[in-house]
């Protein structure tokens, strides 16, 4: 886990728990220079990554290389990797896949090589443009990185990236075409085209005098939700291959499900319709009853919008027992991480599992009537938990969900 909050699984999920806030005033560019009037993000600090390489020649090349969204996703999978105790090379590298999903790639690279272009001409762009703005290069570059020889791939899904990009990584195991993914998504676009345009949108929070309580889902003065980087890559292992070499193990996908609403390229269904049927399915997959599931990790972006319809899907498939569910959003602290958003959901809901612990929705004030639920306001809370859901729903009507169970050792 890569975050606005941590750098590190102990890190960031203690964070989380803590109902620390990521969201800042931006340092990475000069939002008054543009005359931007958002001026708050969730920013990865003390990034470096000759931390995690120190080898001078090896992370100079990275640097020239890697648009900063691929060495993002070269950590997360580093971290995700020793975590797991997992040396590719000892296994079976054929049978190992990555996908690791980005709802935008190097943007930073593009935007900045295309300034190049206009200010000096063809011959200021670099060699590397392409290799480094290209959406599969994190894929590609961790692949290469650690021998992953099976199938690498990056789902471009807007917000549900990182999500889909876990489920089809699941489906491959399940359908014995690998025994191991370094899967999840990842995200580094914190400049002044990226949040000039989500704010000429008028998505972003403009909560420049209050950050860290900016990103508010679920309350009914909630304003736009805050733009964030970050990467969290997850290790997913067939459950006997797991076993054999006594692997740690947080939780077990064991459903996912997956749709589009077909009826606006931003705004969710009116009756949350898409998302319910991603929910139905996850459930059907997963060969359980709505009444099992005890925790939902939500979308729950601090938008208008997403987090009324959200909260009617859920009520859509769930009924009474929605009220029974507990139900908090990542996001009131890490802000939205955009690809990266659906993996670190998941990886809070593998914890979740693996610690009977479930982390708050932050900033909760001032509720919103029509957003009636359980979010776990603002302190964690112990609890039993056997089943849970992630949730990630993105621009293009995309809306997937994973279905985990708790390990029983």
């Keep these: 886990m890569l975050t606005p909050v941590g750098i590190g699984k102990e890190d960031c999920w203690n964070a989380l728990l803590a109902g620390k806030s990521g969201v ?4 990475q560019f000069d939002p008054d220079e543009i005359g931007l009037d958002v001026k708050i993000a969730a920013e990865v600090k003390n990034f470096n990554i000759q931390d995690y390489y120190p080898d001078r020649k090896k992370w100079a090349s990275m640097i020239k290389q890697m648009d900063r969204v691929t060495l993002f996703s070269m950590v997360a999978s580093k971290l ?3 975590d797991a105790s997992l040396e590719i090379r000892k296994i079976n590298p054929e049978r190992v896949g990555t996908f690791i999903g980005t709802g935008v790639g ?6 900045a090589d295309y300034i190049k272009l206009l200010e000096g001409g063809p011959k200021k762009l670099g060699i590397r443009t392409v290799i480094k703005l290209m959406p599969n290069a994190p894929s590609g570059q961790v692949a290469i990185e650690y021998g992953a020889k099976g199938r690498a791939k990056s789902d471009s899904t807007a917000c549900a990236s990182g999500l889909d990009s876990l489920f089809d990584a699941f489906m491959y195991i399940r359908d014995n075409r690998a025994d191991v993914m370094i899967s999840g998504g990842s995200e580094a676009c914190l400049n002044s085209f990226t949040v000039a345009s989500f704010n000429n949108m008028m998505a972003l929070s403009k909560r420049n005098d209050s950050p860290e309580s900016a990103s508010r889902p679920f309350n009914i003065d909630r304003d736009g939700f805050v733009i964030g980087e970050g990467s969290v890559v997850l290790i997913l292992e067939e459950m006997e291959h797991a076993m054999r070499r006594g692997a740690n193990m947080y939780a077990e996908i064991v459903g996912g499900g997956a749709s589009c609403d077909a009826t606006h390229i931003v705004a969710p269904h009116e009756t949350g319709d898409g998302a319910s049927r991603a929910i139905k399915e996850a459930l059907r997959d997963a060969e359980i009853e709505p009444s099992d599931i005890d925790y939902i990790n939500a979308h729950g972006t601090s938008t208008p919008l997403n987090d009324e319809r959200e909260t009617l899907a859920i009520k859509n498939v769930f009924g009474e027992h929605s009220y029974k569910l507990a139900v908090s959003s990542t996001k009131s602290m890490v802000g939205h991480l955009l690809g990266g958003a659906g993996a670190i959901g998941a990886a809070a809901t593998a914890l979740t599992l693996s610690t009977q612990k479930i982390h708050p929705t932050i900033n909760y004030f001032n509720p ?6 359980d979010y776990v306001p603002n302190t964690y809370r112990e609890a039993k938990v056997d089943y849970a859901m992630a949730e990630a729903l993105g621009f293009g009507g995309h809306n997937t969900v994973l279905v985990m169970k708790k390990v029983v050792a």
């Excluded at 190097?106 to 935007?111: A, E, K």
């Excluded at 919103?368 to 639920?373: A, E, I, T």
């Design 24 to 27: 800042s005033h931006i340092t």
């Design 368 to 373: 919103d009537p029509k957003c009636d639920l």
């Design 106 to 111: 190097g943007l930073i690279t593009t935007t």
């Design 80 to 82: 995700a990797l020793e």
